[in-house]
């Protein structure tokens, strides 16, 4: 199955993992922050997150997508004021922000709302987001008429508005409330040797949205299957149609980590040994509707017309994919005979002015990008900024073992395994100069040098114009802006280039975060920090700095050079 991401919103509270339903989600949000007059852990945040939950946390979900994670929140802060911001936001604040000033928050921040005031809207918040909407609405009613009452007329007309936008917000729901408060609806369609499995997800009476699910290894075909009656006895083999066989992998495979709602509702049958499995896993009763009425029979047949249409997505997409592979194969006299096994890796380096320099290295084969086979490389050893250095360091690394493990492979007649084996193409992000690094190294290997492709970049480096560059002598191509061709070519050069770039930025600012904690090593202070900054040029500087170096500041031991590079490694 696809891989699942975790999605949630989630309330910061002493409390557990209350409402952590599935792998699609959970998230938290960050407590705590220093002591002010006003004390961030005294007024809970609402926020997305995706990660490892924490019991000193309040966590609601799981949302089928991001999307539906983000309107919750907005919806929560449009009726219920609570803050979004960051602990170190919230402790420096001196004045509200523009979310008070537009009605989305109360204002904790600078005292505008009381603890106990706030309080009241986390937990109405976390009623709304259990589904008693109802509730909530009564219990601000009361608050309402209390303070009228009392003649405070502004705070009743505060509450008034909230009433107000929470009836709004219920009216334009009311079509999707229904008795049913937790429910997943199922629908499968097979076509073409493809499947798609659209999950939605219906939530505290709300329905939160969809996610498509895109089953691998599906048989064109029928099953034999024995199940048992109602007395336990077997029965005779009766013939599963390939939607079924895909739907109960489906619920097999999604429920496994993940908590079972107390309804299914799926566009075909499922047998009662899978639904007596889900019961006894999630400790409760699990029922499953295949032929659902009314409000439950909407849901279902939104979720099938959106099965249908994401893998009518999905084949097109394929489809122009393939047609892709195809057109470049032919331009670049590649082999035709097995496309779909055609292997293309791609090269790219990236750096800031010579800093945390990486190297990428990605995957395009079966018609579509492998990111369990990208690989990053650290690039040491060489001139800063010297990218046609770079580049050979990387493809020696790269081929290097590739070769030996080829020539090892075949010595003992075996096969190399599909990730490991030598590619049918190599493209390199550059021209004439990284070509000829590439050249170099292949050279040195024994490697056909007709395998090397170079995307030099056009006139001005506006996309489209790009040329390709061969390390075999041919003379240089141009495919044109509108080729097939060049379209994956392009692709999986910036694909190789965002997966460069985004390695080095987070190498670059491991170092650079880790240096400028020098004045949290205990005996650095202000003048060791600037004389060590002055002696090596910056944070990076002294990041790279050995001990010895470190120990010729002036006021800086031995023994504390040891502790500054302990720190900073």
Not at 252 to 276: F, G, K, M, N, W
Not at 398 to 415: F, I, M, S, T, W
Not at 459 to 485: M, N
Not at 512 to 523: A, E, F, K, N
Request: hydrophobic fraction near 40%; charged fraction near 25%.
């Amino acid at each position: 199955m696809a891989e699942r991401k975790r999605r949630a919103v989630a309330a910061q509270a002493d409390a557990s993992r209350d409402g952590l339903a599935d792998a699609l989600a959970p998230a938290a949000v960050a407590q705590g922050g220093k002591a002010t007059p006003v004390q961030a852990v005294e007024f809970p945040r609402v926020s997305y997150y995706r990660g490892a939950v924490e019991k000193k946390h309040r966590y609601f979900g799981p949302y089928p997508s991001a999307w539906a994670v983000k309107e919750s929140i907005l919806l929560i802060q449009k009726l219920f004021r609570l803050r979004t911001c960051e602990d170190t936001v919230f402790n420096n604040r001196t004045r509200p922000c523009l979310l008070y000033q537009i009605k989305r928050c109360s204002g904790p921040c600078v005292g505008h709302v009381s603890a106990a005031d706030y309080a009241q809207d986390v937990a109405n918040a976390e009623r709304f987001l259990q589904g008693d909407a109802g509730d909530v609405l009564a219990r601000l009613e009361a608050r309402m008429m209390a303070h009228s009452e009392r003649l405070e007329f502004e705070q009743a007309a505060e509450l008034r508005d909230q009433v107000s936008a929470l009836s709004s917000v219920l009216h334009q729901q009311s079509v999707e409330n229904v008795s049913d408060r937790d429910v997943d609806i199922l629908a499968v369609q097979v076509q073409g040797g493809k499947a798609c499995v659209n999950l939605a997800m219906v939530r505290g009476g709300r329905h939160l949205g969809d996610r498509p699910y895109f089953p691998v290894h599906v048989d064109d075909g029928t099953a034999m299957s024995v199940d048992s009656d109602e007395d336990g006895d077997e029965a005779k083999p009766v013939a599963v149609s390939v939607e079924v066989q895909v739907l109960e992998a489906f619920i097999a495979q999604h429920y496994i980590d993940v908590a079972v709602p107390a309804s299914l509702i799926t566009s075909e049958p499922v047998r009662p040994a899978l639904v007596q499995a889900l019961s006894q896993q999630s400790g409760s009763k699990v029922s499953v509707v295949h032929q659902p009425r009314e409000q439950r029979r909407i849901w279902l047949e939104m979720a099938q017309t959106n099965a249908s249409l994401q893998l009518a997505r999905l084949l097109s997409q394929e489809g122009s994919q393939q047609a892709r592979t195809l057109a470049m194969a032919q331009a670049l006299d590649l082999p035709v005979d097995d496309l779909d096994g055609l292997r293309v890796e791609c090269f790219d380096i990236s750096h800031t002015a010579g800093e945390s320099t990486q190297a990428s290295c990605v995957v395009y084969q079966h018609h579509k990008m492998q990111p369990a086979q990208y690989r990053r490389y650290t690039i040491e050893g060489i001139t800063p900024g010297d990218d046609y250095a770079a580049m050979r360091q990387v493809l020696s690394r790269r081929y290097g073992k590739l070769v030996e493990a080829a020539r090892a492979a075949q010595d003992r007649g075996e096969a190399m395994p599909d990730g490991a084996r030598l590619p049918d193409l190599v493209l390199v992000d550059g021209g004439k100069g990284q070509v000829a690094m590439a050249r170099e190294v292949f050279e040195g290997l024994g490697l056909d040098l007709s395998l090397i492709v170079g995307v030099e970049k056009g006139e001005g480096r506006r996309v489209g114009l790009e040329e390709l560059v061969f390390a075999d002598g041919r003379e240089k191509v141009y495919l044109g802006k509108d080729s097939a061709a060049l379209m994956l070519v392009a692709q999986v050069r910036d694909e190789a280039h965002r997966f460069a770039i985004t390695g080095m930025r987070a190498r670059r600012d491991r170092v650079r975060v880790s240096g400028g904690q020098l004045q949290d090593i205990p005996g650095i202070g202000p003048k060791r920090r600037a004389r060590l900054l002055q002696r090596f040029g910056g944070v990076r500087g002294v990041a790279l700095a050995s001990a010895d170096d470190l120990a010729t500041v002036e006021g800086v031991s031995r023994a504390l050079a040891e502790e500054i590079y302990r720190a900073l490694h």
